[in-house]
Structures are given as C-alpha cells and as structure tokens.
C-alpha cells in the first residue's frame, strides 16, 4: 500500500522564536487606529449632536421621535418632552427619544 502513499516521517519541530516581536505591535496598533477612525470617532461625534440638539429643545419647535411620531413640543423638563400630535392629544416622551427637529411648518404641510 505505501506504492499510493507516501510514508509520512517525524521531523523536529522548530523552536518559535522567544522574544519580542515588533511587527506584531504595529500591527495591533494600526488595528486600534483603523478601528477608532470607523467605529469609536463617528459614534462619539453622533453622540455629541444628539446631546447638543436634545440640550437647543424649545418649547414650539417641531420634532420626530425615534419611532417617527411627529408633533410640537408644548412643554419641556429636565428629563422629559410633551409633544402635541393632534388637536387633542399630548403625549409625554424622553427627551432622549427625540430624533431630530424638523423645519417650522412641516407639520401643517403633512
């Protein structure tokens, strides 16, 4: 059977070098830098326009909660907005809820 086969043999297996390897460390330090240009910079900047829009809420602006419900901010507290949705109905969200402030006038051309 060994005429289809090659017999396999035992080698020694080489040593791995011990020491300190400096192109690993570059290596793991453009990842870092790579990853914190994609995922870590554009997140923390987003983060700083919603605090920033949530923080410039006044009471007539016109705004879109983040589950698309329309309406005009009647009353703001610390934590909390009151929106107007129809003639009648107020209803009370988070602040943080709020996704972004819409041009005056959108609501009466909806």
């Known amino acids: 059977m060994s005429f289809f086969i090659a017999s396999a043999h035992a080698q020694d297996a ?4 011990a020491g300190f390897d400096p ?3 570059v290596f793991m330090l453009g990842l870092f830098v ?13 983060q700083k326009e919603h605090t920033s829009m949530m923080n410039e809420l006044a009471k007539g602006d016109e705004v879109m909660t983040t589950g698309g ?12 907005v009151v929106l107007k949705v ?4 107020e209803l009370k969200f988070q602040k943080a809820s ?10 009466k051309k909806i």
Do not use: C, W
Not at 14 to 17: G, I, L, N, W
Not at 86 to 89: E, F, H, L, R, T
Not at 99 to 104: G, N, S, T
């Open 34 to 46: 790579v990853f914190y240009f994609i995922a870590i910079r554009p997140q923390r900047k987003r």
């Open 14 to 17: 080489a040593a791995p070098a």
């Open 98 to 107: 709020v996704h972004a402030v819409l041009p005056k006038g959108t609501l």
């Open 23 to 25: 192109i690993q460390l």
């Open 69 to 80: 419900m329309l309406g005009k901010v009647v009353s703001l507290d610390e934590g909390y």
């Open 86 to 89: 129809s003639d009648n109905v």
